[in-house]
């Protein structure tokens, strides 16, 4: 009984943000630019796709004409052409997460609803789960459509339809986001609780947001020396694998900073994970999905780690927040 | 835990209750015992104490020393089941100025635990002659409608004792007629007792069984309506009586 009460408080209060935020119109827009770009980058993607698979048959036509039996596989991954969907969910997605958080702390603070809703029944515990629910619920619903408008356009532009092993790589690549966007709303409502005015607040997710998104990661890819000539610097001075790891040997420390530059970023480890799932990194090619999730296990541990303990700061920031204004009349 | 059973004991009892912002005391030592059933006006000029006293009855802050009960619940020790027994209706209140009147009351009908909201919102509205305002959006509220639909909100629960912190505040005469006869209403036919914050003596003439008058942070006259006019027989006003019980503090 007081199981199913507490579950239908909680369902009530991620409904309301739903709600909330569905009839947000910066949001709104927010979402529209998001899902824009990303159908922009798929259709382009997907055109592209289209004449180089076409060029691709007319040579595989001209060998076979020419007795040539064996001919080269098609240089292209389907799922690759998502790269841009995904650069833009890491980059916009982080924001529209970060205003849900703001807006989630904004709405009860500038509506004056905060002492209504803390003079209820219910627990700071159910409070921080339902507007997290909610909020959850809103990025799953963003992830639906951004992933159906990339298959619709991959399969009726591209023409190539994803089959089933694309497609769970596909859904398990936009989970990724979750737990992603999920820390930053967490982030969002964490520093807008606590922040002295709502906008300082939103102003310090974004710093963070800048940071852990924007520059860290191009720090460390700056630091990278493969990442400065297109094809890698040693394989573009013709040194092979046996040589560039000894020349490597030599820089262990530096090459250690550069990596735990990168490994602090929240962004890199969803990176890392989306790119590996849709075949952007050629490394990954080939690999079974069992081996591929082997491989990326750190960047889910990292992905995980980071909405717990944001998750835990959640709820705390619920717990200590304050029911009437700093500096309120007494 | 307390063993006074919330339906025994009075409906409020403060006891020693301090309270202090920074090196401000805001209350100090308030001892006080409200029967069942009363209506009961909380009187003070603006910093005396009177929002600070509310807003640790309903649970929103925590006194510094002394203690707070509601219906026999201690207001620190079981929050929970004090919210269960109160409604609260703030000083400037707003509800969700995007949702209807009905959705805001369904939302905070749910969050109480009724059991069948929508109904006991529809019921509330019905029962403080608003349902006329059911399917309107909160934003487009006067202020004396978004008073209404406040009072349902603070009510649709059933509460044993409700809070009302500067009813009156911004109404119009007709608004605060209205809010007399709501607070009658629910006083005599649904027996709820109502503690009422306010400045407006008139009123507390009109509608409260008892008085507080709270002086800096001190409680300096507390008594039935009735005997405060015998003891100040040569006051015709209940002005008159509060201004010679705050010259005399």
């Known amino acids: 009984m007081i199981g199913s009460t507490n579950s239908r408080i909680v369902v009530t209060l991620a409904r309301h943000e739903y709600r909330a935020a569905a009839r947000n119109r910066v949001l709104a827009a927010l979402v529209l630019v998001l899902v824009a770009i990303t159908t922009v980058s798929v259709l382009i993607g997907a055109i592209d796709y289209h004449s180089q698979v076409a060029d691709y048959q007319r040579y595989v036509a001209a060998a076979r004409s020419s007795g040539v039996t064996q001919t080269a596989p098609l240089p292209l991954q389907v799922l690759s052409l998502l790269r841009g969907a995904f650069e833009y969910l890491e980059i916009i997605g982080a924001i529209i997460a970060i205003v849900l958080g703001y807006m989630s702390i904004a709405r009860e603070r500038t509506s004056n609803t905060l002492m209504l809703l803390q003079t209820r029944p219910i627990t700071s515990m159910q409070r921080a789960l339902g507007s997290a629910l909610g909020a959850l619920a809103i990025i799953a619903t963003l992830l639906l459509v951004t992933g159906a408008i990339a298959v619709l356009c991959l399969g009726v532009i591209g023409g190539d339809w994803l089959a089933p092993p694309e497609l769970l790589k596909l859904t398990l690549a936009l989970l990724a986001t979750i737990p992603y966007m999920g820390a930053f709303y967490c982030l969002g409502v964490v520093l807008t609780a606590h922040a002295r005015s709502l906008s300082n607040g939103l102003m310090a997710a974004l710093v963070i947001w800048l940071a852990v998104v924007l520059i860290i990661p191009q720090v460390g890819d700056t630091m990278d020396p493969d990442n400065q000539v297109p094809g890698g610097l040693f394989q573009s001075l013709g040194v092979d694998k046996p040589t560039e790891l000894k020349v490597l040997a030599k820089f262990t420390t530096y090459e250690k900073v550069r990596n735990d530059l990168e490994e602090a970023s929240l962004a890199k480890h969803y990176e890392r994970f989306t790119f590996g799932m849709t075949d952007v990194k050629d490394k990954y090619r080939g690999f079974t999905l069992t081996h591929l999730l082997h491989e990326k296990r750190n960047d889910i541990a990292w992905l995980a780690a980071y909405m717990l303990v944001l998750g835990a700061a959640l709820h705390r920031s619920y717990q200590r927040q304050p029911a009437l204004p700093r500096g309120g009349t007494p | ?249």
């Open chain 2, 1 to 249: 835990m307390t063993n006074a059973s919330p339906l025994d004991s009075a409906a409020i009892e403060l006891d020693g209750l301090r309270h202090r912002y920074d090196m401000d005391d805001v209350l100090r030592g308030i001892n006080l015992s409200i029967p069942r059933g009363e209506v009961f006006g909380f009187l003070g000029h603006n910093g005396s104490g009177k929002t600070t006293t509310v807003n640790i009855l309903t649970t929103l802050i925590r006194p510094t020393a002394g203690s707070a009960r509601v219906c026999g619940l201690d207001v620190e020790r079981e929050p929970m089941r004090v919210r269960q027994l109160i409604g609260y209706l703030p000083s400037d209140i707003r509800m969700y100025d995007h949702m209807t009147a009905l959705e805001n009351l369904e939302f905070f009908a749910r969050l109480s635990g009724v059991e069948r909201p929508r109904s006991a919102a529809l019921e509330t509205l019905d029962y403080l002659d608003c349902a006329d305002l059911a399917g309107k959006r909160v934003g487009t509220f006067s202020t004396g409608m978004r008073q209404r639909i406040g009072i349902a909100q603070a009510v649709l629960h059933k509460p044993v004792v409700l809070f009302l912190d500067e009813p009156t505040a911004g109404l119009d005469p007709s608004g605060v007629r209205h809010l007399r006869e709501t607070i009658q209403r629910l006083n005599s036919e649904l027996g709820v007792t109502i503690f009422m914050n306010t400045h407006q003596l008139s009123e507390v003439a009109k509608v409260c069984t008892s008085i507080g008058v709270l002086n800096h942070g001190e409680l300096i006259y507390t008594d039935s309506i009735e005997n405060t006019t015998a003891r100040f027989p040569d006051e015709a006003s209940l002005e008159g009586i509060y201004v010679r019980v705050e010259a005399g503090a």
